[in-house]
């Protein structure tokens, strides 16, 4: 029986020649380029991206993410203050739509990429087919996390009333860099984890 298994093999990115892992720097032994084990990269890449978006979900969340300027009269709204206004106003359908895409999508998202994270660090005892299927939820619904950027987007390329400018707040700079991070992250995510552990 061969000693040699898929744990202590690595290819090379640049010649595809298989080499032996020996866990420290490995040197193709035939093109002689560095090979970098892309568990680490991706694990690491893929933490980094998801602790810049979670720190930029403060600022998203405390600054005004639309500024309203009637009669010379400035309103800031962050997006839950948008959310109860809407709710206030009678359009709950809008508003529960924003609360969910707006801030329930984006911790749910944490949630999972954390999850998928720890349970390929620490090898827990999960199913890889649910673990999958977690992955794939979290990309499909990464992109309604954009719905109040497309708002204030929208908004103020419509509305172009003498009376009445909207800007886009820098609580939207800040969300939509939330939403793109939490996007890197995971892209960045290598599912070859899942099966393989990190």
């Known amino acids: ?51 810049t978006a979670m720190i930029l979900y403060i600022p998203a969340n405390l600054y005004p993410i639309l500024l309203t300027k ?51 660090k620490f090898n827990l005892k999960s199913s890889a087919v649910d673990r999958h299927k977690l992955f794939y939820i979290t990309e499909i619904i990464g992109s309604w996390s954009m719905v109040d950027v497309f708002v204030v987007a929208i908004l ?12 886009p707040g820098r609580g939207a700079t800040a969300f939509a860099l939330m939403v793109f991070f939490t996007m890197l992250s995971a892209k960045s995510f290598d599912v070859r984890l899942i099966e393989e552990g990190c």
């Open 70 to 120: 009637k009669f010379g009269i400035v309103t800031e709204n962050t997006i839950l203050g948008g959310i109860m206004h809407l709710w206030e106003a009678g359009s709950y359908p809008i508003a529960l739509i924003i609360l969910f895409a707006s801030v329930f999508v984006p911790i749910l998202k944490f949630i999972f990429i954390i999850y998928l994270l720890i349970s390929t």
């Open 1 to 51: 029986m061969s000693r040699y298994t898929k744990d202590n093999l690595i290819r090379c990115p640049i010649c595809e020649a298989t080499n032996i892992n020996s866990g420290d720097r490995v040197v193709c032994r035939r093109c002689k380029e560095k090979i970098h084990d892309y568990k680490k990269i991706s694990f690491h890449k893929t933490v980094a991206f998801l602790i």
């Open 156 to 167: 103020s390329v419509l509305i172009h009333f003498s009376i009445v400018e909207i800007i």
